[in-house]
């Protein structure tokens, strides 16, 4: 699995980014796509996922209300709209899938390299 993400890059305060990322699978089936984010001197963390399957989605407490995460029509790809940026937001966002090989349960960890984020004072 290999992901390709795109996206970021320097924003205001209240300003708005639009997160895209796109798997590209053989062999493996996606079960769900999402967007971490890790700030200096902190630890990843989860900012949204979403089911390939059903596209029941979930949100930190941070995220919820501001951003929005979506599937693509192109299957396996997902975009996070951010809306209401703040400082705090400024980190790398890793897109994540989980993906399980068919017929078996166990979910595999994949990431793709980070995406910078800024959000300016």
């Known amino acids: 699995v290999q992901l390709q993400a795109s996206g970021g890059g320097l924003v205001e305060a209240g300003g708005s980014l639009r997160l895209s990322c796109a798997a590209s699978?053989?062999?493996?089936?996606?079960?769900?796509m999402g967007w971490y984010s890790q700030a200096p001197g902190r630890q990843r963390e989860l900012v949204a996922t979403i089911s390939t399957d059903d596209g029941t989605t979930e949100y930190s407490d941070s995220a919820a209300g501001r951003f929005t995460i979506a599937r693509g029509n192109t299957k396996n790809t997902v975009f996070l709209q951010m809306t209401s940026l703040r400082p705090e937001d400024t980190a790398v966002y890793y897109c994540n899938a989980k993906s399980v090989r068919p017929g078996r349960s166990y979910e595999y960890n994949n990431w793709g390299k980070g995406t910078l984020v800024t959000v300016s004072s």
């Open positions: 699978v053989t062999g493996f089936s996606i079960k769900r």
